[in-house]
Structure formats: structure tokens, C-alpha cells
């Protein structure tokens, strides 16, 4: 499902991204899943084995806690999204992954407080991961304008 990364060993914040997102995108297609298990799940074992016992608990917790962050606020995310819309989309017609990502990225900006710039490059890298073609563009076009 994943592109390569040819920046070597993902930070653990930035593998919690992932697993969040991986996480959120299940949920979104399957609305009866289970909770992830955290740590005791199957991410990418290739990733996990290149990790500390330290940050592999970081990249955990930071995956929970954006996680659970979207799905206790996501009426309230979905509304700064929409907001961002400069058409007569919504992020209720936006493609499944690149909905998992804005909000996972809006929930980041407004609650965890990472600064914006962080935020879209992070995004714009998930989108390139996992997303379509044009992911990173639009991606980077709806995140410059949530405010």
C-alpha cells in the first residue's frame, strides 16, 4: 500500500502519522472496525525493527493520540475543513485517504499545536505514501487555507 521512502528510518512521530492513518482509513471504510490495539498491532514490521524501544513507544502514543483526537473531534475538524473549500466540495466527498489525512493534519494543527508548515509537509508526504497522483497538491491547497 506504501511508496518507498527514501529518507531512511522514519522519525517516530512520523511513523505515528502513518499508523494513525492507517488506522483512520480502515475506520473509514469499515465504520463497525474494531480500535486498533496499539500495541498490538501489525503496522510495518520493517519500520518497527529499525526502531528504538523508546521511540517505537513514542510513534504508539503519538499514533493514539491522533487517532483518538479525530474521532472525539471530527464534526469540529470536519467543519474547518469544509471552511477551506473554495469550491462546492466537502470533505464528506473528498477520496477516503485524503479525508483520513486532512483531518488527521487539521487535528494536528489546532490541538497538538505542531506548526502548520510541519503539518502540510507531513500531509504532503502521507498523500504522496498512500494517496492518488494529485494527493500532495491538493493536500497542500486545503491545509494553506484551514484556519
Known sequence: ????????????????RAYALQALFQLELNPTAQVPNWENEDFDDEQLAKLSPSDYKEAIDFARLLFDGVIDRKEEI????????????????????DRCILRMATYEMFFIKTPKPVVISQAMELGYRFGDTGSRAFLNGVLDHIE
Do not use: C, H, Q, Y
Open 1 to 16: 500500500m506504501s511508496k518507498e521512502n527514501t529518507s531512511g528510518v522514519f522519525k517516530s512521530r512520523e511513523l505515528g
Open 78 to 97: 470536519d467543519r474547518k475543513i469544509n471552511a477551506a473549500f473554495n469550491t462546492n466540495r466537502t470533505v464528506a466527498n473528498t477520496d477516503p485517504i
